[in-house]
């Protein structure tokens, strides 16, 4: 079982948070859909034995391309790859290209999953992030998109200067509205470079609280695990039947092809990066050499991730796993550095698994950082 991840390296415009790759210069499209699908066939010897359950388009955003330009790539996959008989087919979209058109050439294709960023319900934070849709707009795609699709996802931000925690409440009320069976939900971060840090720096808008985010987020996991959602993630919430499949095989370390500029594989022992530049990515496949780095993993860095994305899902770290994957000093060693957490009432034992409480969920990554094997020094 494997998945394969499609980058596509566009937006409509920039929003004020974002560090990820994309450009807003659509003009290379056309270019980059050829090179998209060529990337699928060049790579395909990769997975010659293995098959696809999911296929994953991110972003940018995936949903500036036409529902036949999606299928173009989606068809590329079904005839290089393996393909289960029911894939999970994610697209992440924004409100602001859910036409209601769209929406019914969508539900007509093989994407089975829309993935959709609202990020909040209310006309100033969305300003504020620079999103390109509007409140109404995000409502109305939600509206049209659940009556279509039975497996919906909403992405939501807290921690928003100026989202106080009434507007929290609503927006998490509105979500549910809907019906949706999964809410991926971020804090609000502010990244190096980005236009976000310069407003702060410059005094323009307040700096985000950690002390509000962290109250959100526990009141988004009690809200929502009230309305029968698991908390299976740090940042994902599903129903059921409902979890993202591909995010899912992701965190428990199995294998994904990324195609596109920017995406990352992983082998199960090597990870790899494409250049995260359009214009180069497009020069290299046209030459017919991968523009990718990679790296192998040491036993290290596995144990690393493995605890690292374990604590922040409801699977947890299995001990079991660490001994026999890593050896039994891995584990020994897991367990000293977890000692005082324990005591502290951030992780606790359940059998022959280290998870974290409730009140040390916030603060998973943190936590992971202290369990870390890290290299040993040069004398
Ligand atoms: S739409 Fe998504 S990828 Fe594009 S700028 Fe906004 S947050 Fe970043």
Redesign the pocket.
Known sequence: MAGIYIHIPF?K???H??D?H?STQLKKKDEMLWALQEELRLRANEFQDTTVSTIYFG???PSVLSASEIEQLIQTAYSHYKVEESPEITLEA?PDDLSSQKLTELAASPVNRLSI?VQSFFEEDLKLMN??HSEKQAKDSLKQASQLFSNISIDLIYGIPFLDDAKWETNIKTALSYGISHISSYALTVEPRTALKKFIEKGIIPDVDDAQAEAQFQHLVTSLEQEGFLHYELSNFGKPGFFSKNNSAYWQGKSYLGIGPSAHSFSGTQRSWNIANNAKYIQGIKTGELPQEMETLSQRDRYNEYVMTGLRTMWGVSLTRVSEEFGSHFKDYLLQQAERHIAARFLFLDGDTLLVTKQGKFLSDGLAADLFMLPLKKK
Do not use: E, I
């Open positions: 937006c415009q920039a929003c948070y974002c990820f994309f972003g940018g955003t924004n960023g999103r390109a």
